[in-house]
């Protein structure tokens, strides 16, 4: 029970009902203000101080011109953060703050002509908000090392980047020409950020500045800082895209530990590339950082705090030992890169198109070293967390987080749909070509939902309908009357197709339940077993 517990704060997202109001719709909307223009790039410099948990700094943002009808631009930052100075052209502009928003106004005299790219200079400071549990009750992370040097790092994916810094704050536009981060603290510390780093300088103040590059689309929730004194262990994987860089950070004093347990990530790589493709930023690298919170998937820059420890802090949150087998935080995390942060949602209702493709990984990863059957049951094993109170998929334009169900119930209806689908080698050339096809994109669930219906030719409507949009899931109803079987669905519209594989004593074969009794013929006395990889309630009836 305990257990439990603690994996519900693990996914924390309220199973009750939310409530929202004007700052979600400001966050969660498309509005005019935001739609006007398209983000291209961030120049991102910043000072970290972490005696005083503050930050100060500069955005340089670079776009291009959409529509010249909808002006002020909208950007977003939360309080305590603030807005110090806004510069266009060398010209001071001015703003009205809106609670988490901003509305910048551009000059009277200035014309915005269509598809011109141009740049705004935003100054900032403030003391962000501090991360009560990270990264779940997210913020920035203060905490010190076991040696008492200072330990820091961003975690923001639910309360979003905005709570530290001047952006775009809606996940439908990712900077696509990338971002320039410039880190600046005390030069005893090391600064980590995502992509690759170009250089360090030294200021005339003692302090060290830490150039990183990202070179393709970055969602701004992954855009990331670990602040430390790290070690730097390096390392090559051979990829499918040829050789990739791996830089592990972990903190120095945790040097060996770290040679020996981070080796497991070349492992995530080669089964991940089987089943997904190519990791996507080999440009950008991979790197895996010690952080003061369990881990987050910040892009080409994964944050890792499990202790150096198997499965999820040494739980295996399957219960069939082999999520004992990995590190949860490696595996779970790194996952992300292909779901999350390469294909990455454009509202946060379709969350499930990161966690569930994800939580569905891990089982993938376990099936690659261990076979199919062991894959199958590490996701069965993790239904009895799936409370299935309300949807997986939330409501659109309001910042509507879903349902924790996202993450187990998601994996256990791709689970599903793979049964439904019957071709394990088409399931993987459909798991390639999502990540192909929408590579470095945002989309919807509807665009993945209808890829998935054309690739396998078969109409899932009524299936994505049943297993995102509602929270019950099908229920199975059969008896048996001497030599004849008889069944329907229930809980499911009248048009639900999924047929079901059963087994009858030896034989196995495929029926196609309605929501109308229907009957087949059986030997008398037969065992009947309906395949547990389907995931529906099944319940035995006594009559019509």
């Given amino acids: 029970m305990k257990e439990l517990l603690f994996l519900f704060f693990l996914f924390s997202v309220t199973l009750t009902a939310q409530t929202h109001d004007h700052a979600d719709s400001l966050r969660g909307s498309l509005t005019p203000e935001r739609t006007w223009w398209d983000l291209q790039h961030y120049e991102l410099r910043i000072k970290i101080n972490p005696e005083k948990k503050t930050l100060s700094g500069s955005n340089k943002i670079r776009f291009q011109i959409l529509d010249t009808t909808s002006i002020p631009m ?216 010690q952080a003061p919170f369990v881990g987050m998937e910040h892009q080409s820059n994964v944050a890792w705090g499990n202790g150096f420890q198997q499965g999820y802090t040494g739980h295996d949150l399957s219960n069939t030992g082999y999520g004992l087998e990995f590190d949860f935080m490696i595996v779970h995390e790194s996952i992300h890169e292909w779901f999350g942060n390469n294909v990455t949602h454009n509202d946060i209702a379709d969350m499930w198109i990161h966690e569930g493709f994800t939580s569905y990984g891990e089982a993938l990863y376990v099936e690659y070293f261990f076979g199919k059957e062991a894959g199958q049951a590490y996701t069965r094993g993790t239904r009895d967390r799936i409370p299935n109170l309300s949807p997986i998929q939330g409501k659109y334009g309001i910042h509507d987080t879903p349902s924790s169900d996202m993450y187990f119930k998601g994996a256990n209806m791709l689970l599903t749909l793979r049964q439904f689908i019957n071709d394990d080698i088409l399931w993987r050339k459909i798991l390639h070509h999502i990540q192909e096809k929408f590579k470095y994109t945002t989309i919807d669930s509807k665009t993945i939902e209808s890829e998935i219906s054309k690739l396998a030719q078969i109409d899932l409507t009524t299936f994505f309908d049943v297993y995102l949009r509602q929270a019950k899931i099908p229920t199975l109803e059969w008896y048996i009357v001497d030599t004849k079987l008889y069944y329907r669905y229930q809980d499911v519209p009248e048009q639900f197709n999924m047929p079901l594989r059963i087994k009858i004593d030896s034989e196995t074969l495929w029926f196609k339940p309605t929501t109308k009794w229907q009957k087949i013929e059986i030997a008398k006395n037969a065992d009947l077993q309906i395949d547990p990889n389907f995931y529906i309630n099944e319940i035995q009836v006594h009559s019509k």
């Fill in 74 to 289: 909208q950007i977003d930052l939360q309080e305590p953060m603030q807005i110090d100075s806004v510069e266009f052209k060398g010209q001071k502009l001015t703003y009205n703050r809106d609670q988490a928003v901003y509305y910048i106004y551009f000059p009277e005299t200035y014309d915005l002509v269509i598809n011109k790219k141009e740049e705004i200079l935003i100054y900032f400071s403030g003391q962000p908000t501090i991360a009560k549990k990270a990264p779940w009750d997210g913020g920035i992370v203060w905490d010190r090392d076991l040696e008492g040097n200072h330990f820091a790092a961003s975690a923001v994916q639910g309360i979003g980047a905005s709570s530290w810094w001047p952006t775009k704050e809606h996940s439908y536009d990712k900077p696509e020409k990338g971002v320039d981060l410039f880190y600046t603290t005390d030069s005893q510390y090391s600064v980590i950020g995502n992509g690759r780093l170009i250089n360090t300088s030294y200021t005339e103040d003692g302090n060290r500045t830490w150039h990183w590059q990202v070179k393709h689309p970055i969602s701004n929730y992954n855009i990331s800082f670990n602040l430390g004194k790290y070690t730097i262990l390096q390392d090559t994987y051979t990829g499918l895209k040829g050789n990739l860089d791996l830089t592990y950070y972990p903190l120095a004093i945790y040097k060996q530990e770290a040679k020996t347990h981070f080796a497991q990530v070349k492992n995530m790589l080669e089964a991940m590339e089987y089943w997904f493709g190519p990791y996507p930023f080999y440009e950008d690298s991979y790197k895996l950082t």
